[in-house]
């Protein structure tokens, strides 16, 4: 026993409580380590808010006085409802605290509607600036190319609106993207899908499971590319689909899945910080675990492998692309399955439903095919046809 807890337990004794009732001292989740977003300066924190699946302004202060600094959202999450939560609980402590929104900015978009857009987002987020302003899921070079974007994002600028441009992704094109964006100094600030399941080296070690290469192998360039110019990176979709409860029994304290995952993407030595949805204050308690991360475990590793073996055949991988020609009727089959895990995997049937609506075509045409056109067209054996069709069954 160290002297300290000798004269606690003492000091206990003499205010009249028996020794073992004295709460033990707890070390309080919160953010451990900031890091520099590149360029823009900013100092956000390595484990930062991400709003995809909150409307709660009580889980964004308790973030807040937890240390996170760096609150991401979009103009579409809940239907404007995220950024209204991020308005009640910041606005307060606006000073404090690095606020990134997004918008879709298409190909044929003009600056009016665009900055319509960003108009709308800053009367939800009660707000006169937005510190990172997003062309959000870019997954078509024509977006980035289109001059609007960057002519809309200049004179924002020079109106103080928003201070640094980013764009974000996890498509298949998601690498010809960034290359673009980066090539023409679109960007400050690129927010990418990125976990342990796409490092070419972890896939590698685990292809007598997985059966596959790596998949966009591209991504670990043009993030070394994007730190190279000094332009910030943060990641997204870290935790693999996020079914979280499926390794609690081979967890322990201070090393849960989410965790290891966290500090997966936070060893390496191309990204920032990671981004990640809150919804409860005990998912805030928990994320937080892993900030100050500067290397994975043994331990990490194992669990990030049983987790991987575990969804083998059940996650589509972002960014992979390998399905996108398989379908003669159009379906988007990566975008079904994404609008699906958020059904499936994070139990968020109100982002799934939103999600799919907004899809140029959906998996209604799943429900009458015989599933033949796209079998064995993904490498990671996810049965495709079954699950558009649970989607199209699920969310239309």
Known sequence: MKRRDLLALGAGALAGFPARALPQTVRMPRVRRTVRLGRTNLQ?????????????????????????NYFDTAESYRWGGAEEAFGEALA???????????????????????????????????????????????????????PEW?????LARRQGKIRFRGMSGHGGELV??????????????????YSFAQDPSFADKLRHTFHWAAIQPGIPRV??????????????????????????????SGGSFSQAALRWVLSSPNVDAALISMTSVQEVDEYLGAS????????????????????????????????????????????????RMYAVDYADPVLARHEYAALEADAGACLSCTG???????????????????????LS
């Open 44 to 68: 956000v924190s390595d484990i930062s808010f991400g709003s995809a699946s909150t409307t709660d302004p009580a889980v964004v202060r308790h973030a807040f006085d937890r240390g996170v």
């Open 92 to 146: 307060p402590v606006r000073n404090q605290v690095i606020i990134a929104t997004k918008t879709k900015a298409g190909a044929t978009d003009t600056r009016r509607d665009m900055m319509k857009a960003l108009e709308g987002s800053l009367r939800r987020l009660r707000t006169d600036r937005i510190d990172v302003y997003f062309n959000h899921a870019v997954d078509d070079v024509a977006r980035m190319r289109n």
């Open 150 to 154: 960057r002519e809309f994002t200049d």
């Open 176 to 193: 010809r993207c960034i290359d673009y964006a980066l090539d023409q100094d679109l960007v400050d600030v690129v927010l990418a899908a």
């Open 223 to 252: 993030l070394e590319k994007a730190r190279r110019k000094d332009v910030g990176v943060l990641a997204m979709k870290t935790l693999m689909g996020g079914r979280m409860n499926d390794l609690r029994p081979f967890e322990q």
């Open 292 to 339: 100050g991360a500067a290397r994975v475990s043994a331990r990490d590793l194992d669990l990030l492998a049983r987790y991987a073996e575990a969804r083998v055949g059940s996650y589509c991988l972002p960014g992979c692309g390998a399905c996108a020609e398989s379908c003669p009727a159009g379906v988007p089959i990566a975008e079904v399955l994404r609008t």
């Open 372 to 394: 033949q056109p796209c079998l064995g067209a993904c490498p990671a054996t996810v049965p495709i046809a079954a699950f558009t069709r649970q989607a199209a069954a699920m």
